[in-house]
């Protein structure tokens, strides 16, 4: 039979597969008694991070010199893929916090600058948060409101993040403000901003359809004072920074959509076994085992475009395109997948008490955040 439990990577080393074991029996201590507690009550469990960065999990792609695991993509996305399949929310939330604020840290930022927040972002006691998205910028970043000004040996802030995982809650964030006119593609900064500073607080939490224990918020910036000590860069490369990120930022949504999609098949696959209907499993009616045989046969082909993407990533090729194709094929996958896996539980997967519902009302948010299906398809078609 075919294994889809097992991670992207189709032949697992030993690390990648102790990662990977190691991330799930978290994911069944910690998080599975509570996930459907914290989901009805939108509760994010900051506490549960700081676990997580103890086990490495926090700053799985930063070198050990900075308090990272030092690991490569395949253990990411292992590590991302496992927690994922049992709940998307905590998977999410790992994920934005090390593809995004960490990773621009690290991949932007200099000695000093790396040295005072990675290590504490990597353990686990701060949580990053990163914005880009605003209210009427989602997929044009480009003509975003939030604007930095010059003043001397500091930056004057002001505007308004919105849909940010961990807006509230967060200890520090990596920011992207206008510094010039907007639609300009190099008069945008990036900034690191503490938990504290003067005018940064948050907004509206917003009450989402799915990934609810993902907290997502406003981040608001009114006269928020920022010395230049903590820019990211060079002025003005904020935005083209933000798309590297982006790259492999898709990669871990793939993982996400991965572990998605293998939760909701492997609860359906164990439902088709169990539930009898006219005196013989259902597993047996050609109905449902035509549906299990695509599931699995998308899974593994999402599997396969992960595994690629991650490859050239830790190759360090460039992943603008084939992060694309991966995020695409496996954000739309876990959907259907999880559709499909309602479908099979009939209307056993529309009530609480079976997994199915949570994973299909979860799986819809890979489609949309980190650039929309429809984005990565225009990312795909300019690279061609």
């Known amino acids: 039979m075919i294994d889809i439990e097992i991670g992207s990577n189709l032949k697992m080393t030993e690390t990648q597969k102790m990662v990977f074991d190691s991330a799930m029996v978290f994911a069944i201590q910690e998080i599975k008694p509570y996930f459907m507690d914290w989901d009805e009550k939108q509760f994010f469990p900051k506490k549960l991070f700081k676990d997580a960065g103890s086990l490495g999990f926090m ?17 990411y996305v292992a590590m991302i893929e496992a927690i994922s399949s049992i709940d998307p929310s905590i998977g999410l939330s790992l994920a934005a916090h090390n593809s995004l604020s960490l990773n621009h840290i690290y991949m932007f930022g200099n000695e000093y600058q790396r040295n005072k ?13 990163w914005g880009l998205t605003e209210q009427n910028t989602g997929s044009d970043a480009k003509n975003m409101d939030t604007v930095a000004k010059k003043d001397g040996d500091n930056w004057i802030i002001n505007g308004t993040k919105n849909f940010i995982t961990h807006g509230k809650s967060c200890d520090i964030a990596v920011i992207i403000a206008r510094n010039g006119s907007k639609g300009k593609s190099h008069e945008m900064t990036a900034f690191v901003i503490e938990k504290g500073t003067e005018g940064f607080s948050s907004g509206k939490v917003e009450n989402k359809l799915g990934m609810r224990a993902s907290e997502t918020a406003e981040m608001v910036f009114d006269n928020c004072i920022v010395p230049d000590t903590n820019r990211l860069g060079n002025i003005g490369d904020g935005f083209i920074q933000s798309m590297k990120i982006l790259d492999g930022g898709r990669i871990s949504i793939a993982a996400l ?27 047996n009616f050609q109905g ?12 593994e082909a999402a599997k396969l475009l992960t595994k690629k993407a991650s490859d050239m990533k830790n190759e360090g090729k460039n992943v603008t395109s084939q992060g694309a194709m991966a995020k695409l094929f496996a954000s739309e996958m876990c959907v259907r997948v999880s559709n499909e896996a309602v479908q099979i ?32 398809k225009i990312v795909i078609s300019r690279d061609l």
């Open 345 to 376: 539980h009939g209307g056993y997967g529309y009530i609480k008490d079976f997994p199915v519902e949570k994973f299909y009302r979860d799986s819809k948010l890979c489609t949309i955040g980190e650039g929309t299906s429809e984005i990565q």
């Open 288 to 299: 449902i085992s035509f549906k299990l045989a695509e599931m699995a046969t998308e899974i």
């Open 117 to 129: 927040w990675l290590p504490k972002m990597c353990s686990g006691e701060w949580i990053g948060a």
């Open 257 to 283: 959509s991965l572990g998605i999609a293998q939760g909701a098949f492997k609860a359906a696959l164990k439902y088709s076994k169990e539930r009898e209907q006219f005196g013989k499993p259902i597993i």
């Open 59 to 75: 700053g799985m792609l930063i070198p050990v010199e900075y308090g990272g695991s030092g690991m490569g993509y395949h253990e």
